[in-house]
Structure formats: C-alpha cells, structure tokens
C-alpha cells in the first residue's frame, strides 16, 4: 500500500452537474478525512468517519454534498447540482486512531475541482 | 473565525541558513500541533507534530516550538536546502475530534 489514492485527479463540469470523487485510504487506517483547499488557503475541514461511521460534518458542507463510507475503507464524496463556487481542490486524509498522542493524517493528491 | 494563523504569506533564506515559520492560534482547547510541507500538484506531506505538554519536538533538521502562554508554535529548519522550498501549512486540532485546523500557510523559497 502506497498511500492515500484519490480519484479522479482532475474534474471540469457544467453548472447545475452533479460529481463524484473516491478516496481510498491507507489501508489500516479507520479514520478518513475530507478537506477541501481553495487557492491561497490551507485546507478546511468538510467531514470525517471513523470505520463506516460518519462522526462530524462542518457547517461548510451544505445539504448538496454528501459523503460516504459504506464498508469502512473507500469513500466517495457527490456534490449535486454544482455550482462556481465549488471549484477546488478536494483532499482526502487518512489517520489510524491511536488512544493516546498523534493526530498524523496521510493526505492523497487531491481532486481538482473546475465548475464552469 | 482564524483560528489558526500563519501572518507571513511568505519567506526567503539563503540554502544552508535557518528558516523559521510562525503560527498563533486563539483556541486554548488544542492539544496537539502539526506541521505540513505541500508542493504545487500535490497533497500536504506530514512534517513534524508536538504535543500541547510539551515545548519542543526536533526531527532531523526540523524542530518545531511551542509556547502555550502566548499560543504560538514555530518550525525551524537547520540547515535549509532548496529542497525545503515549498508551502508550509501549520494545523492544530483537539485529541477528541482529530479534525485539523489549518494556517493559511507561509510559502518558502531558499534560494542556492
């Protein structure tokens, strides 16, 4: 296992479109993140799981996103109805819940998000 | 609401010397502290971290410094090499949630 992957690396779409991005984390990792990065920002918090569970969702993530992680390991992210605004970079992290000490999260490649 | 601030967009030291980044945040609840690299094309790659107990973390060439009184955390790198150039992100967040809170980064150039 190489990493966190993220697919697809790159996505343009249509005002009014729906997408879908996939995560698939380091493999014994049970806590998977997403984050989203606009240009001259560090990454903001959107949502994250721990196994299939989804613990926390930010007030950033209107009632068009959704995410998901049915089985406890890939994840996928649907932003309906897209709008201009959306255009970003989509990453996704990783983390092994340990109980005590590092918060270390493995971050993939990103999706870069270009709503026309 | 910043939380977590990164006041200098950018740096430039000459290769070998010391680079120091800075970061404040305002949230007392935060327990732990990261830094991350992140060059253009990719996601952000773990750097360093320090736990809110203690003051100082070194790895290799990087040591990262906490001072709670004044919620304020610093990178240093010795000695720079252009290889470090790069964006750098600090983040903090609290055990319970492990969600991160990012600076709005500081861009490093060490220049040859």
């Known amino acids: 296992d190489t990493g966190v992957s993220q697919d697809p690396r790159h996505k343009i779409t249509k005002r009014g479109q729906n997408v879908t991005f996939r995560c698939d984390p380091i493999?014994?990792?049970?806590?998977l993140y997403w984050y989203r990065q606009t240009l001259g920002q560090g990454p903001e918090f959107l949502t994250y799981?721990?196994?299939?569970?989804?613990?926390?969702k930010s007030r950033l993530l209107s009632d068009r996103f959704s995410a998901e992680r049915p089985k406890g390991s890939f994840s996928t992210l649907e932003i309906q109805r897209t709008e201009q605004g959306d255009s970003a970079m989509y990453l996704c992290?990783?983390?092994?819940?340990?109980?005590?000490?590092?918060?270390?999260?493995?971050f993939g490649p990103g999706t870069r998000l270009t709503v026309l | 609401d910043q939380q977590v601030k990164q006041n200098s967009p950018s740096l430039s030291v000459q290769e070998g010397r010391i680079s120091i980044l800075n970061c404040d945040y305002t949230?007392?609840?935060?327990?732990?502290f990261l830094w991350y690299k992140k060059y253009p094309a990719e996601g952000p790659t773990f750097l360093i971290s320090?736990?809110?107990?203690?003051d100082k973390n070194e790895d290799g060439r990087f040591t990262v410094f906490l001072n709670k009184s004044a919620k304020h955390l610093s990178l240093h790198i010795v000695p720079s090499q252009p290889g470090d150039s790069a964006v750098y992100f600090c983040?903090?967040?609290?055990?319970?949630?492990?969600?991160?809170?990012f600076g709005q980064g500081t861009t490093l150039q060490v220049k040859p």
């Open positions: 983040a903090a967040t609290t055990s319970n949630t492990g969600k991160l809170i």
């Open positions: 320090i736990s809110s107990i203690k």
């Open positions: 992290a990783s983390s092994l819940r340990a109980l005590v000490g590092s918060n270390e999260q493995f």
């Open positions: 493999s014994e990792h049970n806590r």
């Open positions: 949230n007392s609840m935060f327990d732990y």
């Open positions: 799981f721990q196994n299939e569970a989804q613990l926390e």
